[in-house]
């Protein structure tokens, strides 16, 4: 069974651009959460997708945005960057309650630094 | 919102030394995971253990829900045991997962 994976590894972007991360949820899983991982912190939840719909978000403004694909993969969108953006953000999948719940498995992430 | 609390912040081991890691939380909850954050930043789960003990060869955790703690045991420390360790506690199964600071657990040989 493949696990979480996320691309691209790292990224450098430029204050005011846009940028897409990618994420293929492990087979099976059909909830995807995005999390934001400053340096030195724990990881802070974005918002969370089930059946291509958002069914949860974190106090992140709204140019902070996702997609659900049919196939559960997923992507985080953020426009405008600006310099606090710079984080590590994690992927993670899970199936729901009465599905068979074990936890969240999480990707590697992609690295962010905005400049 | 559900608070988590880890302790220690930092902590520093001697290989072959064991060690203890807490978690506390401030409400109920239906999930709660151990993971070790790699030095290249994937979170690895530990263990899924929203109640009672799991064991896992040097790894070892208790949650006692009803006293909203859990801990996490670490026995004959490896060099490879060092980076962060990270509890994180959910209500549900869909709803997300808050984390604590981490443990920063550093083995020197």
């Known amino acids: 069974e493949t696990g979480v994976t996320q691309s691209p590894t790292h990224l450098i972007k430029t204050r005011g651009q846009q940028v897409t991360l990618r994420c293929s949820s492990q087979?099976?899983?059909?909830?995807v959460s995005w999390y934001q991982q400053a340096l030195g912190q724990g990881p802070q939840f974005i918002f969370q997708?089930?059946?291509?719909?958002?069914?949860g978000r974190g106090n992140f403004p709204p140019r902070f945005s996702g997609l659900q694909f049919p196939n559960y993969s997923s992507e985080l969108n953020v426009n405008a960057l600006e310099l606090d953006d710079s984080a590590l953000y994690l992927c993670?999948?899970?199936?729901?309650?009465?599905?068979?719940?074990?936890?969240?498995?999480f990707g590697s992430g992609t690295r962010l630094t905005v400049v | 919102g559900i608070q988590v609390e880890q302790s220690p912040p930092d902590l520093i081991l001697q290989e072959g030394a064991n060690s203890t890691l807490r978690c506390n939380f401030s409400?109920?909850?239906?999930?709660l995971q151990w993971f070790h954050q790699n030095p290249w930043g994937q979170l690895i789960n530990l263990f899924y253990?929203?109640?009672g003990t799991k064991q896992n060869g040097r790894l070892s955790a208790t949650t006692v829900a009803t006293e909203r703690y859990s801990l996490l045991y670490i026995s004959s420390s490896q060099t490879t045991d060092s980076g962060v360790y990270f509890c994180?506690?959910?209500?549900?199964?869909?709803?997300?997962?808050?984390f604590g600071k981490g443990t920063r657990l550093s083995v020197i040989a």
């Open positions: 993670a999948s899970s199936l729901p309650e009465g599905q068979g719940l074990r936890g969240y498995t």
């Open positions: 087979s099976g899983h059909n909830t």
């Open positions: 997708y089930y059946r291509e719909e958002e069914n």
């Open positions: 409400d109920s909850v239906n999930n």
């Open positions: 253990i929203p109640s």
């Open positions: 994180a506690v959910s209500y549900s199964g869909n709803t997300p997962l808050v």
